[in-house]
């Protein structure tokens, strides 16, 4: 099982900057994938960038150029910095974890999620 705590949310000015964090503990696997999503009031979740074992990355198209994903196997940590942040930009963001073993998918597993409020 494996335990995902996100970190970094807050409320934060128009054209402001935020780094999200989210730790994972238990048992991970070598080869996972890693995702932020995000959910505002009355939305559905939405996928905002992702991040292979090996560092390849997506990003949505509201997330390109201004969001950068990264992660630090060593700390099972990955990151999620926003810059030029948008008040479109508020909702709960969520962390999200793929395992997988000999290309297949072990499990996934949901971060509780970090508010993000971008407001003058």
């Known amino acids: 099982q494996v335990q995902l705590v996100e970190s970094g949310g807050g409320l934060v000015q128009p054209g402001g900057s935020l780094r999200l964090s989210c730790a994972a503990s238990?048992?991970?696997?070598?080869?996972?994938?890693m995702y932020w999503y995000r959910q505002a009031p009355g939305n559905e979740r939405e996928l905002v960038a992702s991040i292979t074992s090996g560092g390849s990355t997506k990003y949505a198209d509201s997330a390109k150029g201004r969001f950068t994903i990264s992660r630090d196997n060593a700390k099972s940590t990955v990151y999620l910095q926003m810059n030029s942040l948008k008040p479109e930009d508020t909702a709960v963001y969520y962390c999200?974890?793929?395992?997988?073993?000999?290309?297949?998918?072990?499990?996934?597993?949901w971060g509780q999620g970090t508010q993000v409020t971008v407001s003058s």
């Open positions: 999200k974890l793929d395992r997988y073993g000999l290309s297949v998918l072990l499990g996934t597993s």
């Open positions: 238990g048992s991970i696997s070598s080869i996972y994938t």
